[in-house]
């Protein structure tokens, strides 16, 4: 069982960054694949960005590419997605997900583990 627990949202203007963390329980968290995804009002919940358990390698999807980056720490259980060059359209509620994977799934329904969710909020 994997407990996902997301911080590091808030009201930001455009052009301005944000880091958003999921902190994650478990010791074999570094095997999971982690994705991020966000979900506007009115709007289905889409895939943002991804990053596998081995090796790292990331995937953005084309309208963050560019200006958001995803990492991790291992060693904290953690993984980042750095925001940069916001825009309003990327006003939304994001979410962190994981799951035992050797593929980085952008379907919502491939991960098994969600977090809480955290407001992100752009203004013009």
């Known amino acids: 069982q994997v407990q996902l627990v997301e911080s590091g949202g808030g009201l930001v203007q455009a052009g301005g960054s944000l880091r958003l963390s999921c902190a994650a329980s478990?010791?074999?968290?570094?095997?999971?694949?982690v994705g991020w995804f966000r979900q506007a009002p009115g709007k289905e919940r889409e895939f943002v960005a991804g990053?596998?358990?081995?090796?790292?390698?990331?995937y953005y999807s084309d309208s963050v590419r560019g200006r958001f980056t995803c990492s991790r720490d291992n060693a904290k259980n953690t993984v980042y997605l750095q925001m940069n060059s916001l825009k309003p359209e990327d006003t939304a509620v994001y979410y962190c997900?994981?799951?035992?994977?050797?593929?980085?799934?952008?379907?919502?329904?491939?991960?098994?583990?969600w977090g809480q969710g955290t407001q992100v909020t752009v203004s013009s």
């Open positions: 990053i596998r358990g081995s090796g790292g390698s990331t």
């Open positions: 478990g010791r074999t968290f570094s095997s999971y694949v």
């Open positions: 997900a994981a799951d035992r994977s050797l593929f980085l799934p952008i379907m919502s329904v491939s991960y098994a583990y």
